[in-house]
T-cell receptor, first 111, second 110 residues
Framework: KAGVTQTPRYLIKTRGQQVTLSCSPI?????VSWYQQTPGQGLQFLFE???????NKGNFPGRFSGRQFSNSRSEMNVSTLELGDSALYLC??????????FGDGTRLSIL | GIQVEQSPPDLILQEGANSTLRCNFS?????LQWFHQNPWGQLINLFY???GTKQNGRLSATTVATERYSLLYISSSQTTDSGVYFC????????????FGPGTSLSVIP
């Protein structure tokens, strides 16, 4: 059974640009959650989607958005990138919000 | 919101030693998971344990939900156990939002 797949694995952008990250969950999983991990703030919850609906959202500015498609694949978008957005972005899937299974992450660097 | 604390924050062990990691949470939870993040950043699911005790090889975990804590036991540690251990909870009041603790950084030296 394939695991959670995140693309791309690495990304370099400059300030002001926007970025879209993709997450394909494990087959049969309808919940997809996104997290940002930085050395200073640890693992912070961004949002969770279930059956194409955002059920909960963390304390991030509106520049961070996401969506989920009918096949449960999810994308997150960050607009007007700032240096502080440099982080490892992790996606997790589950039949419900837990137990979660994580992808390998997308490492985003902002120059 | 719910607070999740983990102790100790850092731990250095000699290979073969045993250790206990603790996770305290400030409110009732629906679920709790333990993860290991390896040096390459991969988060590996260790246990899904909202209550009770589970064992998997050298690792075991116990959650006492009524007292709001969970313990992760590592026996006969190996260098491959190095990394950061996180507990993550889904609060009863916000079950669709998983909150991670700050982690315990473990280094196992040969």
């Amino acid at each position: 059974k394939a695991g959670v797949t995140q693309t791309p694995r690495y990304l370099i952008k400059t300030r002001g640009q926007q970025v879209t990250l993709s997450c394909s969950p494990i087959s049969g999983h309808r919940s997809v959650s996104w997290y940002q991990q930085t050395p200073g703030q640890g693992l912070q919850f961004l949002f969770e989607y279930f059956s194409e609906t955002q059920r909960n959202k963390g304390n991030f500015p509106g520049r961070f958005s996401g969506r989920q498609f009918s096949n449960s694949r999810s994308e997150m978008n960050v607009s007007t990138l700032e240096l502080g957005d440099s982080a490892l972005y992790l996606c997790a899937s589950g039949r419900d919000v837990q137990p979660q299974h994580f992808g390998d992450g997308t490492r985003l660097s902002i120059l | 919101g719910i607070q999740v604390e983990q102790s100790p924050p850092d731990l250095i062990l000699q290979e073969g030693a045993n250790s206990t990691l603790r996770c305290n949470f400030s409110d009732s939870v629906n679920n709790l998971q333990w993860f290991h993040q390896n040096p390459w950043g991969q988060l590996i699911n260790l246990f899904y344990i909202p209550s009770g005790t589970k064992q998997n090889g050298r690792l075991s975990a116990t959650t006492v939900a009524t007292e709001r804590y969970s313990l992760l036991y590592i026996s006969s540690s190996q260098t491959t156990d190095s990394g950061v251990y996180f507990c993550a909870v889904a609060p009863k009041t916000s079950y669709d939002k998983v909150i991670f603790g700050p982690g315990t950084s473990l280094s196992v030296i040969p």
